[in-house]
């Protein structure tokens, strides 16, 4: 089949993401989209960029008491991803410059995507 | 000195058709910064993946947004073909890219009857309704469904569009084309429209670059972006150039929706042509195993749905970028400086989908 566009993912130390960041922003890239995952007891955060239509995508896994830092100081806009991997995940993120302090995305229960306790309740499961 | 003072903008306000909450500084009745606040309507879709099965999930993503639904379902869809290597019969490429320009011409008909309605135009809004009539009469005719489709599936589409009803669809075009223009004409042309918009809620290239805007917010701008230039579905056959804007106000983002609408039409009159013979789907087995970032430009820009599969029949991750979400930093940006009667005006021409934003 063909593909639609080549995607490139590379998994980073959390230590070498502000430095990977700032070189996407020299390179004049654009923030695509962020977003976290829970993947066993580890969180995945993808930062998304892309210039001219080539798409790059970085990934740092962390444990979910891990700090991570924030790259609103290069991209500015990053604040609203910030938050809602805040207030979704309770991913911590340091030096937003917009921080919501949890009010971004209002859930009745706190962080409710860092542990989703059903799976498999479909009406098509076992059929 | 004057005095700042903050006034509450939303979430309940006239112009918002859904709910958004700004706090806005004021200086006298200068906006001298903005803070947006979300959250009044999350509703999880994403989590739901874990309940329901992979092929299940489209009905879910097509529920995401009620008026570019059919994108949402074409974009998770597209992520779990790609990821399956499925291939995908050319006919249903082309179906996909008619529904697709078929809702971008009914979205941005809703936003320039909502924004003329905004303005105190209530003609101007009922003529835009009154065409987007008829845009709804062919997805129903062709999809059985005005909002809510329900045609695509993983592997292809569900209906085929018989070669007359095809034709018909064409014929319809011109003196469809021909009313477009007369509806444009007053939204580029007339005084008062002019007067609300030009030089209102301006955003630089750079900003709307750096900021991460999207859609016609962005082409409003001068960023000719547009992932239709990625050539998903049949795009990579059709020939068509992002309509873009340089002044980066209200009228140029207006504009640039009045260009797209012919636009629209044109890629739909160039799929008809094309439209090649054979099936519309394939028979997917397995499971999908492996990750993908699908991208489509909805009708308010760039739409991503990050799919992750395990290999088991449910998702290990859903997330869908919508654009409206990505537009929000731009408009805090345009509503610095602004006079607060401008803002109800401002926040409207992003074409805010908030439901579709908050999932």
């Known amino acids: 089949m063909k593909k639609i566009e080549d995607q490139v993912t590379t998994v980073i130390s959390i230590a070498s993401l502000i430095g990977r960041v700032e070189a996407f922003r020299k390179g004049a890239y654009r923030l695509v989209q962020m977003n976290c995952s829970k993947i066993g007891e580890q969180f995945e955060i993808n930062y998304s960029f892309e210039k001219d239509y080539r798409f790059e995508n970085i990934r740092i896994i962390i444990t979910p008491d891990t700090e991570v830092p924030s790259i609103t100081g290069m991209y500015w806009g990053a604040f609203v991803y910030e938050n809602e991997m805040h207030d979704l995940y309770g991913v911590q993120v340091k030096g937003i410059n917009i921080d919501f302090q949890g009010n971004f995305i209002r859930t009745s229960i706190p962080y409710p995507f860092r542990d989703p306790s059903y799976k498999g309740e479909g009406p098509c499961q076992g059929k | ?359």
């Open chain 2, 1 to 359: 000195m004057s005095r700042k003072i903050v006034v509450p903008f939303g979430p309940q306000h006239p112009v918002l058709p859904e709910p958004i909450h700004l706090d806005l500084m004021l200086e006298d009745e200068r906006v001298v910064e903005a803070i947006p606040s979300i959250g009044y309507i999350h509703r999880g879709l994403e989590l739901l993946v874990a309940k329901r099965e992979y092929p299940e999930y489209v009905y879910i993503a097509e529920r995401t947004c009620g008026i570019c639904s059919f994108i949402h379902g074409m974009t998770y869809c597209q992520g779990i073909e790609q990821i399956m290597d499925v291939d995908v019969p050319p006919r249903a490429l082309y179906l996909r890219t008619i529904w697709s320009e078929y809702s971008r011409l009914h979205s941005h008909l809703l936003w320039l009857g909502l924004f003329a309605d905004a303005m105190g135009f209530e003609n101007l809004f009922m003529n835009a309704w009154r065409l987007r009539e008829q845009v709804l009469d062919v997805l129903e005719e062709t999809t059985g469904g005005r909002v809510i489709q329900g045609s695509c599936k993983i592997g292809g589409v569900r209906r085929d569009i018989p070669q007359e009803n095809l034709a018909g669809m064409a014929a319809d075009l011109s003196p469809f084309e021909h009313e477009l223009g007369e509806l444009g004409t007053v939204f580029l042309k007339d005084d008062s429209v002019n007067s609300r918009l030009v030089g209102v809620g301006h955003l630089s290239r750079d900003d709307a670059y750096t900021l991460g805007a999207m859609g016609p917010v962005a082409r409003g701008s001068g960023v000719a972006i547009d992932i239709r230039k990625t050539g998903y579905a049949a795009y990579r056959d059709l020939r068509f150039e992002p309509a873009t804007e340089t002044a980066g106000d209200c009228y140029a983002r207006c504009a640039v929706r009045v260009k797209e609408l012919f636009s629209s039409v044109d890629l739909i009159r160039q799929a008809i042509d094309r439209m090649p013979e054979g099936e519309i789907e394939v028979k997917v087995k397995g499971n999908p195993e492996g990750e993908y970032f699908s991208r489509a430009e909805q009708p308010r820009g760039e739409l991503v749905h990050y799919v992750k599969g395990d290999g088991s029949k449910h998702l290990v991750r859903s997330r869908i970028r919508t654009p409206t979400l990505t537009n929000i930093p731009p408009l805090v940006k345009m509503l610095q400086g602004c006079e607060l009667a401008d803002v109800p005006i401002i926040v409207l021409s992003i074409d805010p989908c908030i439901g579709c934003m908050e999932r």
